[in-house]
């Protein structure tokens, strides 16, 4: 596979075939990080492509809500606090965004433990409680995510 350049900085590549794994953790993660004021609806708390396992990806330690320990296996999430997001893998700050309606663009600089990176993303408010991820360039290619009830 080739790397995908990053339109925002030609120079840089977006993914790298070494860290494919860590990259699509990065896209996921940082698809849905803004603060609610950006957009119709507020985007803070936990956030799961499977709403009824919500339990299996989430736990409360303390006043934080993290991961469970096989969070993964039950599909994916993130977690929403003001511009900062927060996947299994990798913290994200949303660093940019533009709305358009029920839509924004996002870019976001994310780290893992082994890389940095300035990702790209687009959403659309589905409901108060649903948004979908966008892939532009990909028709048809969308995936949702639903909010969590707090653990």
Not at 32 to 47: E, H, M, R, V, Y
Not at 68 to 90: C, H, N, P, R, W
Not at 106 to 127: G, K
Request: net charge neutral; with cysteine; glycine share 8%.
């Amino acid at each position: 596979m080739a790397e995908q350049m990053n339109p925002a900085a030609p120079h840089l590549p977006l993914c790298h075939p070494s860290t494919n794994a860590a990259c699509a953790v990065l896209l996921l993660i940082a698809s849905i990080a803004t603060p609610g004021a950006a957009i119709a609806f507020d985007l803070n708390g936990a956030w799961a492509t499977d709403g009824n396992n919500c339990a299996k990806v989430f736990v409360r330690n303390g006043s934080q809500v993290t991961f469970t320990d096989m969070s993964d296996v039950y599909g994916s999430g993130f977690i929403v606090e003001g511009d900062q997001l927060t996947g299994k893998f990798a913290r994200c700050r949303v660093t940019a965004r533009k709305v358009d309606g029920k839509s924004v663009n996002l870019v976001a600089s994310c780290a893992t433990d082994i890389m940095l990176q300035s990702v790209q993303f687009s959403l659309r408010e589905a409901d108060a409680n649903s948004v979908i991820r966008m892939f532009p360039g990909m028709e048809g290619m969308e995936i949702k995510y639903t909010r969590c009830p707090v653990p």
